[in-house]
């Protein structure tokens, strides 16, 4: 093939012309000189440049054949093998491009004798050209795992028919790490080694990667299984490919199970159909991806979707999202109670978000003041507009010192704020600040109050408080002057009735026998009238000393003062055979002539207003009441109709008429004033015709600390 006898009318130069161009003429020459020699056959192949200037390759052959003369000459025949060498120059291209070397063993007796490398192979491995016997020094192992792997490999392939192939790491030149795939053709006759030949071939570069892949293949497992989301993998005739741990947890399926088996038969319905509709989606928006949260009825859970389509199949993400939602949900209720709160009170409830200064404000706020921004998302800017301009400096100093005080939590502010007509309303601002962990204020929440109508109130009652203040000023001033008057007036007219009852007294003793009768009774009458008015200006002297006088204190028993009593009003108590009881008694430290003034009054009182009908039942009890004292005078007397139980106390009143029962009006008011002057207070409860019960207590004073 491709060898064709040349055919040429040439001359002999013409063709060693043709020879020399082609650069091999001395190689032919030496040839042909060997031959003329040895009288062999002399066979040689050589470059020829045509003349149309083509390359071209010839073979010649030729058979010598000496002559008498001693010439030699030969039969020759030149043929054109330019055909052959051009693809033999191509495969031992192709082997040089595909990086493949070959090898052959020389066996002698079926047993190897030597082995031949082909110059592609002795380059591939950059082994030395000579030295190479065999594998074992013609290769570098990387170890010797490696070269021991490598020695049953070619043991087996000795003793075996066939065609045997696997990879091995060698090093070349500089330890350069180099994957060769090793081929190997055997071929036995009668268990007789009758061929053993192969190729090498340098895949480092398909091996780098193939490893690079398998790398990153096994590093996006590493991925696959670490990650907390559940992962799938299913080829388009929906067998499961890949099956995650998160997965195994999530599905509670595990991957044994799936693996290779059918997708669809390991869903429950409803899954089933939530997973088919989804690829439907994806169909319809021609689309390679689709992202969904849904419930899952059959996991009672939430779970948020992740399908992505590929050439090979599809895959999907999944994240248990169940907690997320139902917090969510929670939030979403509970900023529904807010608003719906917030809308549900008169109060402007607030909320301001400031990182992103977005502060919420309540129905509240235009319910106050008739500007709409309530239920709004706005600025805190757009709220200071509302606020009372003289306030606006006192609020936000207030506020950056609540922010700044890593401890405060809550704040409180009353202020102004605008509302229609041009007017103004009080607010109290109440908050709550919220702080990150390194304690800034990321929000505050609170609501503000209208406490206009208390502002009014408070300026209102202030305004009262003063005018009273001035009220009971003027009132003590008279009070004190009418005191110093009825003293004075008291102490100025005792004389001259005094006079007056002397002198009446004279006219009565020296003219008794001229006057008639009728003038002893005008006379009578007289001195009945000034022995009133004495007992009117005695007990009018005593009521303006009280005031005057100090309150000395000392330690007594009360029998002390009832016991004297008892005997001043001996002559009363006999008249209407009256008992006098003590059915509680204390020690006191108070001021006993006082409270000897006191019992003095209510006994004779009890004793007076006693019923007819009975003997009068005087009761008394003094008790200890830890922080005062508690006096009672208890009678069985007329008793006092309900709607003058107050008015009993004050001066010159009476219920009853003098000339039926004989009194000023003093008694009690005296008795009120000494209670009052002691720091307590009296009152009285009465049934009419059972009798009255007079109380009154009086604060008890320190007797350690008085004589310490
Ligand atoms: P006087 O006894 O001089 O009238 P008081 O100030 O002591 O004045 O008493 C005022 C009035 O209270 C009396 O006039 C009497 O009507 C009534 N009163 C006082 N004590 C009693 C009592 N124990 N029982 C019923 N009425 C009494």
Redesign the pocket.
């Known amino acids: 093939m491709g060898i064709q006898p040349l055919r040429s009318r040439v001359t002999i130069k013409q063709i060693w012309e043709g020879i020399k161009a082609g650069g091999d003429a001395e190689k032919l020459q030496s040839a042909i000189l060997q031959s003329s020699k040895s009288l062999r056959r002399f066979s040689s192949t050589w470059r020829y440049l045509n003349p149309d200037g083509r390359i071209v390759y010839h073979e010649g052959f030729g058979n010598p054949s000496k002559k008498h003369d001693g010439s030699v000459v030969w039969d020759s025949l030149i043929v054109d093998v330019t055909e052959r060498f051009e693809l033999a120059e191509m495969a031992q291209n192709i082997a040089k491009i595909a990086r493949i070397g070959s090898w052959e063993a020389i066996l002698k007796d079926g047993v190897i004798a030597d082995y031949r490398f082909s110059k592609n192979l002795i380059e591939i491995l950059q082994a030395d050209n000579q030295s190479p016997i065999d594998f074992f020094n013609l290769f570098q192992f990387t170890d010797h795992k490696v070269k021991r792997h490598f020695s049953r490999f070619i043991k087996k392939a000795l003793l075996k028919s066939g065609s045997f192939e696997e990879d091995f790491s060698v090093f070349v030149g500089e330890k350069e790490l180099k994957w060769i795939h090793f081929v190997v053709k055997s071929e036995c006759h009668h268990s007789q080694l009758i061929r053993f030949y192969g190729y090498v071939q340098d895949v480092t570069a398909k091996k780098l990667s193939e490893l690079q892949i398998q790398n990153a293949l096994s590093e996006k497992n590493k991925i696959l299984e670490s990650i907390g989301d559940g992962f799938f993998a299913v080829n388009w005739i929906g067998q499961v490919t890949y099956w995650n741990k998160s997965a195994e947890e999530l599905i509670q399926i595990p991957r044994e199970d799936c693996l290779g088996k059918s997708i669809w038969p390991l869903f429950p319905v409803d899954t089933r159909k939530k997973f088919t509709r989804f690829l439907r989606q994806i169909q319809e928006k021609k689309s390679s991806h689709i992202h969904k949260q849904d419930f899952f009825q059959d996991f009672d859970k939430w779970f948020e979707v992740n399908i992505y389509i590929s050439e090979v199949g599809f895959s999907v993400f999944f994240t248990d999202i169940t907690k997320r939602k139902l917090a969510e949900e929670e939030i979403k209720q509970s900023n529904e109670r807010f608003v719906k709160i917030s809308n549900a009170t008169n109060d402007i409830i607030w909320d301001y978000d400031l990182e992103n200064d977005r502060f919420f404000i309540g129905e509240g706020f235009q319910r106050l003041t008739g500007y709409k921004i309530g239920n709004k998302i706005t600025s805190l800017e757009e709220v200071r507009k509302f606020i009372f301009e003289e306030d606006v400096d006192k609020i936000f100093d207030g506020l950056c010192q609540a922010f700044q005080s890593p401890n405060e939590s809550n704040f409180q502010q009353e202020f102004r704020i605008k509302i229609k007509n041009d007017e103004y309303a009080y607010v109290i601002n109440r908050g709550t600040i919220i702080r990150n962990r390194s304690g800034v204020v990321i929000r505050a929440l609170g609501s503000m109050t209208d406490i206009t109508y208390q502002k009014n109130y408070e300026k209102s009652l202030q305004t009262l408080n003063e005018n009273l203040k001035k009220k009971a000023f003027e009132l003590e001033k008279s009070n004190k002057e009418l005191e110093q008057f009825a003293y004075v007036a008291s102490h100025d007219l005792q004389e001259p009735l005094r006079m007056v009852n002397s002198f009446m007294g004279l006219l009565k003793k020296r003219y008794k026998d001229s006057l008639d009768e009728r003038a002893l009774t005008y006379i009578d009458f007289a001195v009945q009238g000034s022995e009133q008015m004495k007992a009117i200006i005695f007990?009018l002297l005593e009521f303006s000393k009280v005031q005057q006088e100090d309150v000395t204190l000392s330690l007594f028993d009360f029998q002390e003062i009832l016991e004297p009593l008892k005997i001043n009003l001996n002559k009363e108590i006999k008249l209407k055979g009256a008992t006098i009881s003590l059915s509680n008694s204390t020690v006191l430290f108070s001021n006993k002539s006082m409270l000897f003034q006191v019992f003095q009054?209510?006994i004779?009182?009890?004793l007076?207003?006693?019923d007819s009908e009975r003997e009068p039942q005087i009761d008394i009890s003094v008790k200890d009441e830890g922080e005062h004292y508690l006096f009672q005078?208890k009678?069985n007397?007329?008793?006092?109709r309900e709607e003058?139980l107050d008015k009993?106390?004050a001066l010159?009143?009476?219920?009853?008429t003098?000339d039926k029962?004989?009194?000023?009006?003093?008694?009690?008011?005296?008795?009120k004033k000494i209670v009052e002057k002691l720091g307590g207070e009296i009152w009285?409860n009465?049934t009419v015709g059972v009798?009255?019960i007079?109380s009154f207590k009086i604060p008890k004073n320190d007797y350690e600390n008085h004589i310490g």
């Not at 007397?637 to 006092?640: A, E, N």
């Open positions: 007990n009054n209510l004779s009182n009890a007076k207003y006693s005078v009678d007397g007329l008793g006092i003058y009993i106390f010159f009143s009476r219920l009853h003098r029962i004989p009194g000023t009006g003093l008694g009690l008011a005296i008795v009285v009465s009798g009255s007079f």
